[in-house]
């Protein structure tokens, strides 16, 4: 615990991590790919996971410290958004990845 607590701070001064950004195509769509992209603005206890689609917000929510996974939802161009956020504890640290789902389909896999 002390550690994630001297992680969490150390977040909290670097500010914002984004997680590198993704292209996915919808299954029966031909338009252009879109673009995935999430960011996590670490908080004392709770750290904001905002996953954003070519641009635009389609889903936020509050990732606690007290939890090892949370689930958001949204939509975007009449399509359902799920993200589905868990913590991951390696040698190297603690990260939180989230795996992003368009109508049930994986359409990203995000890394903060």
Avoid: H
């Amino acid at each position: 615990m002390r550690n994630q607590i001297l992680l969490l701070m150390l977040c909290f001064l670097a500010g914002c991590s984004s997680a590198p950004t993704q292209t996915y195509r919808p299954a029966n769509y031909n338009g252009a790919a879109w673009t995935i992209e999430g960011n996590l603005k670490p908080g004392l206890v709770d750290a904001e996971i905002t996953v954003k689609i070519n641009g635009r917000e389609v889903t936020r929510g509050k990732f606690s410290d007290f939890q090892d996974s949370a689930e958001f939802t949204g939509e975007y161009e009449g399509r359902k958004i799920n993200a589905s956020c868990s913590r991951l504890s390696t040698m190297r640290g603690t990260t939180i990845q989230c795996i992003v789902f368009v109508d049930g389909e994986r359409a990203a896999t995000l890394q903060f």
